[in-house]
């Protein structure tokens, strides 16, 4: 079915559990990217909807099926893709999402331009099944602009980031895991010696198909529990009293989208931003899901 590609340049780790809905266009949108120097780790975290059988039938020798029946949540599996990659980048991938079809090239010729950068990230489009765009995820560039107010969040979204294989080998996800902040976690801890960068390019369709208020609630929760931990350790009181009025205000607006007919309040921050160009690009990946 699938063999393993020589030394590749770019390692995908792509975490999947019950994803086959949405696995198959996500693996489509990253094999499209056009590099013969790639491997696709796709993690299986114990699925049970034949997501495993579905990668299985894609003959392609870029793909790496990881699976072991188990259920060992998302930090613990990424953790796995890193020790077992090979490439110099590792690049990140979520199952129900797409890549635009230059996304990985265009991140490894900035990375390669800049050595200085550990960590990049793109602008991301965010979409409703089918083809319902919402909007854009915020959006800074430069590693001071993405840290400068880390009690909000650091605006590098998880699913478009590729760095250096050192880098994710040297600061690892936390496990037992930050349930919904593991990217958060690991970008506040690792900012003091790290570099980040985002390309003020949309590369990425990010699905958001339903309002959570129990999910949204547990990754406030313990994204505060990680800020405070490192704020608190940094002895950086300031950051830690904003990190607590910011989660209250973020709360607040919660139970009001919860409410029936409410639920755009929580894509507030996407009022009004749109892209054109992007909006059609994503629209072009997802008709060519068949």
Aim: aromatic share 6%.
């Amino acid at each position: 079915m699938m063999q393993s590609v020589e030394q590749p340049l770019i390692s995908v780790l792509l975490p999947v559990k019950n994803g086959r809905a949405t696995l198959g266009l996500a693996l489509r949108s990253i094999l499209a990217q056009g590099s013969t120097s790639l491997e696709v780790l796709v993690l299986d975290d114990g699925s049970t909807d034949g997501s495993p059988d579905l990668v299985r039938a894609i003959s392609d020798e870029r793909l790496r099926l990881i699976v072991d029946g188990q259920h060992k949540g998302l930090a613990a599996r990424l953790n796995q893709g890193i020790d077992m990659s090979r490439g110099r980048y590792i690049a990140r991938m979520d199952a129900d999402d797409v890549a635009f079809p230059a996304r990985l090239q265009r991140q490894l010729d900035y990375l390669v331009a800049h050595p200085e950068i550990d960590l990049l990230g793109t602008r991301a489009i965010v979409f409703r099944s089918p083809m319902e765009v919402i909007g854009l995820l915020p959006f800074r560039a430069t590693h001071e602009e993405i840290c400068a107010r880390p009690w909000r969040g650091l605006p590098l979204p998880h699913p478009t980031w590729m760095g250096k294989a050192s880098w994710f080998r040297t600061h690892r996800y936390r496990a037992p895991e930050v349930l919904r902040a593991e990217d958060q976690e690991l970008l506040l801890r690792a900012a003091p010696t790290s570099r980040y960068a985002c390309l003020d390019e949309v590369l990425l369709g990010y699905r958001q198909d339903s309002f959570s208020l129990r999910k949204v609630w547990l990754a406030r929760v313990q994204l505060l529990r990680a800020q405070a931990g490192l704020f608190y350790r940094r002895h950086q009181w300031r950051n830690l009293g904003l990190a607590i009025l910011a989660g209250a205000l973020k709360v607040a607006v919660d139970v009001l989208a919860a409410m029936p007919g409410s639920s755009r309040l929580f894509f507030a921050r996407m009022a009004g931003a749109h892209d054109e160009r992007a909006e059609q690009a994503l629209k072009s990946v997802l008709a060519a899901r068949d």
